[in-house]
Structure formats: structure tokens, C-alpha cells
Antibody, heavy 118, light 107 residues
Framework: EVQLVESGGGLVQPGRSLRLSCAAS????????MHWVRQAPGKGLEWVSG????????GYADSVKGRFTISRDNAKNSLYLQMNSLRAEDTALYYC???????????WGQGTMVTVSS | EIVLTQSPATLSLSPGERATLSCRAS??????LAWYQQKPGQAPRLLIY???NRATGIPARFSGSGSGTDFTLTISSLEPEDFAVYYC?????????FGQGTKLEIK
């Protein structure tokens, strides 16, 4: 079964850091680009960051550039998001997603919740 | 940044009716447009990629069209399970954006 499972979310104070993980199974992880997408409570979807299969291409949304770092470990079938200098507006459910045909996001995890609050 | 504007924000229809959802891009995205469906408490689900191609397992009542800046998602005859929020998404040089969503609700 193709599956993505996020972990690492939680309650964190403003200015602190958190690292999210996404464990992939059921497909050849190192064949595909991967992404992080977030959704603030009651709001729409916001793309956060993406990374190519070999980490050669990386992109970030302007809202997180310079604070978040995406990475992957193909040997461990895992995707990561290092989040530094967290702000209240980073509070959201964070999904990892696999990029499939024509780079559309064809597989999604169930998300991990990040709450930034003092 | 390419901005995607979806309309209407809310669409109220009855089962069996035809739904037409619109997505307009602030500049051309060629055919690099996808549509997703999201139900409450669930992750989004890919419906359409490359503007008009149905994803695996998506019923034929869902269709997409358009290119450049104007795109449409059509649901030919609404089933009860189709009432949800729909998002369009574009990709351009490792920058991706979603539209704000259209909520399809039961009339």
C-alpha cells in the first residue's frame, strides 16, 4: 500500500524550532519529487516547499524562505522539514505529498499539526 | 508569484445537477494546472492533472479543460459524495500555488 506518514508536530513557542518527518512506503521513493503543503485551521491549502528526487532542485514559498529547510534521505525513504524561527502564522496542519505524473500531488499523508503559541 | 483565483467561492447545487468551477491564473501557466478535492477531516485528493487528465480512479463525471490563464472543472452530474471543497493548483519553476478554493455545497 502506498503510504505517507508525517510526524514531529506539536506545540512550540514563537521563535523556536521544530523538525517534521514524513515516512514513505509502497513506492520507489527516490524516483519522485516530494513536497510539503500546509493548511491553517479553517483555511485553504498553501504550498510550503518541494524537493526533487535527487535533492538537486528545491523550492520554497516566500512565506518560509530563509526559515525552513527541506531535505530527504532516500536510503531511509524519508522527507524532512526543518522549521526555524517559528511564528504564530506557521500554525497549520502540515501534509507531505508525493509528486506524480506532470508533478501533480498524487499521494498525500494525513498531516501533522504544528501549533506556534506562547 | 502566480496567483490563482477561483470562482465562485461557494456553489450551491442539488444532486444530479451539473457543476462548473472556474480557476483563473494571473499569468499563463500553459497546461500545468491540477484540481484537488478535499472533504472535511481528510487530506486532499488529486482529481485532474495537466488541466484535462483524470487521475487514477477518478470517475468520468469529472472533467477539466482550459489552458493559459482560464481553466474549468466540470462535474457532469453531482453525486452526494461530490460535495466538498475544490482547489486548483499550478506549478512554475519550482514555485507552486493553490487557489483559495470553491466550496460545493448541497442546495
Amino acid at each position: 500500500e502506498v503510504q505517507l506518514v508525517e510526524s514531529g508536530g506539536g506545540l512550540v513557542q514563537p521563535g523556536r524550532s521544530l523538525r517534521l518527518s514524513c515516512a514513505a512506503s509502497g513506492f520507489t521513493f527516490d524516483d519522485y519529487a516530494m513536497h510539503w503543503v500546509r493548511q491553517a485551521p479553517g483555511k485553504g491549502l498553501e504550498w510550503v516547499s518541494g524537493i526533487s528526487w535527487n535533492s538537486g532542485s528545491i523550492g520554497y514559498a516566500d512565506s518560509v524562505k530563509g526559515r525552513f529547510t527541506i531535505s530527504r534521505d532516500n536510503a531511509k525513504n524519508s522527507l524532512y522539514l526543518q522549521m526555524n524561527s517559528l511564528r504564530a502564522e506557521d500554525t497549520a496542519l502540515y501534509y507531505c505529498a508525493k509528486a506524480g505524473v506532470e508533478d501533480a500531488f498524487d499521494i498525500w499523508g494525513q498531516g501533522t499539526m504544528v501549533t506556534v503559541s506562547s | 508569484e502566480i496567483v490563482l483565483t477561483q470562482s465562485p467561492a461557494t456553489l450551491s447545487l442539488s444532486p444530479g445537477e451539473r457543476a462548473t468551477l472556474s480557476c483563473r491564473a494571473s499569468q499563463s501557466v500553459s497546461s500545468y494546472l491540477a484540481w484537488y478535492q478535499q472533504k472535511p477531516g481528510q487530506a486532499p485528493r488529486l482529481l485532474i492533472y495537466d488541466a484535462s487528465n483524470r487521475a487514477t480512479g477518478i470517475p468520468a463525471r469529472f472533467s477539466g479543460s482550459g489552458s493559459g490563464t482560464d481553466f474549468t472543472l466540470t462535474i457532469s452530474s453531482l453525486e452526494p459524495e461530490d460535495f466538498a471543497v475544490y482547489y486548483c493548483q499550478q506549478r512554475s519553476n519550482w514555485q507552486y500555488t493553490f487557489g483559495q478554493g470553491t466550496k460545493l455545497e448541497i442546495k
